[in-house]
């Protein structure tokens, strides 16, 4: 008889200590999705395998040439498509994030380098002009 009880004790016991897990994990999942905790954790597991500026161009479907106001539009629509608020995938949505910020870079980048290198080039012939001159 007294087995009888402790086993039901514990049977009581687990099913009260498992609700109380599933309610606490669904709690955590609702705490994360409302402070943006799931946003920021997805864009970092992306930005983790750095993307090539050619997959984001893949991503954004455009070419090197595309007209970087064709980019942001795309961008802007890829980005809404994927808002989880809207029933979208928010790994989606932290790839085209991840797209947009490394175009970016790569903008930001070919416009410094002719600056650049033309500050090199006129070094290198300023000093080439005053080795010729003596």
Do not use: C, W
């Amino acid at each position: 008889m007294a087995s009888k009880i402790v086993a039901q004790l514990i049977i009581y016991g687990g099913q009260f200590l498992l609700r109380g897990l599933a309610e606490a994990y669904r709690q955590a999942l609702a705490n994360a999705q409302s402070t943006g905790a799931a946003q920021s954790a997805a864009a970092n597991a992306v930005r983790r395998g750095r993307m090539t500026v050619e997959e984001a161009y893949r991503i954004v479907g455009a070419t090197p040439g595309t007209s970087p106001e064709h980019i942001a539009e795309r961008l802007r629509r890829l980005y809404t498509l994927n808002d989880p608020k809207n029933g979208g995938s928010l790994y989606l949505q932290a790839k085209v994030y991840t797209a947009q910020r490394t175009l970016e870079e790569a903008l930001k980048r070919s416009f410094e380098l002719p600056l650049e290198d033309k500050g090199d080039s006129a070094k290198h012939h300023t000093a080439s002009q005053q080795g010729s001159e003596r």
